[in-house]
């Protein structure tokens, strides 16, 4: 009779033990995760089956503790993010999906406007001068009109202009010698009023450089880096990029502006702004791919961008 009197004891107090640890477990520890997005949108928790929350907010009951929350919508970028959950209470968390930009491949291929350049640099060997000069489209150079001189002619220098011929930049290399190191020189010459202005210089190499729409901005393609340079106050900003030529840059407008990355052999096409040039968003990726982006193209008047890449051309609207 003793050890049935035990027996039931025990069994109880399993049971009790059981229930305790359920009422734990099931009610007291645990907290609620309130999410607040663009309905309806899939919720996963941690590694659990996705759950569709038709509406905002969407609250899961959940165990006290830190969990992992991902959130997809079509059309949107996957948002991922760490919740500490304290026990009995309820943590908010607000999403604001972003866009996904659509690219699509050219059924065929795209041109690519190019700017015609009408400048030169003519040395004057008798007197050492040299001069930047618009060319005419007469045949005997009659109309030919000189912009500027300049007493010391340029090493290895190279011109861009703007669109309108209004602005030109001379990129000029000198070479190291014994007495000073090798630099990088940027002059800016105004074609009316006829005035020149050294607006940059550094001692890297400079891979190439690319203006704004109306030329208020340069940006300056170095090694590791992009300094974005305001022409008429000369000073510039530093954004880390992996780019390596001016081609892959495409001015939106005077404060935003594209271009395209290549990391571990995947590309990336991205948008920065000056507000915040050191947090740029990525529109359109091309991962695990030997797609690799060579020119980059704005078409202001369809707000699209053209990607020009190894294997296809692509056609990004935003």
Known sequence: MEN?????YTLIAIVLLGLGYGIWV???NKGTISVKSIAPFSLQLDREPVLTCQSSPCEI????????ITIQKTGYIEY????DVPRGQKTEVAVELEKIVKAEKAKSSIAIPSIRNPFILQTDKTQGLQSLVKKSTTKDGSKDEVIAYFARPFEHPSIMTTPDASLV?????????SASLAETSIYQIAVQPKTRTLIYTTSEDVHGISASPSGKMLAVILANRVDLVDTG???SLAMTAQVSSEKL???KNEKSFFYAESLGGSAFLKRATLENPGKPDTIQAWKNTDE???QLSHDVANSRLIAKGVSADYVVAY
């Not at 049935?4 to 039931?8: F, G, K």
């Not at 009951?61 to 992992?68: C, D, L, P, S, T």
């Open 4 to 8: 049935r009197s035990i027996a039931l």
């Open 26 to 28: 099931g009610i007291i």
């Open 61 to 68: 009951r959940v165990k006290a503790g830190i969990h992992g």
């Open 80 to 83: 991922t993010k760490a919740v």
């Open 169 to 177: 930049w001379i990129v000029n290399r000198t070479n190291a010698t």
């Open 233 to 235: 106050s000369k000073i």
């Open 249 to 251: 840059f495409a001015w």
């Open 292 to 294: 690799t982006i060579i």
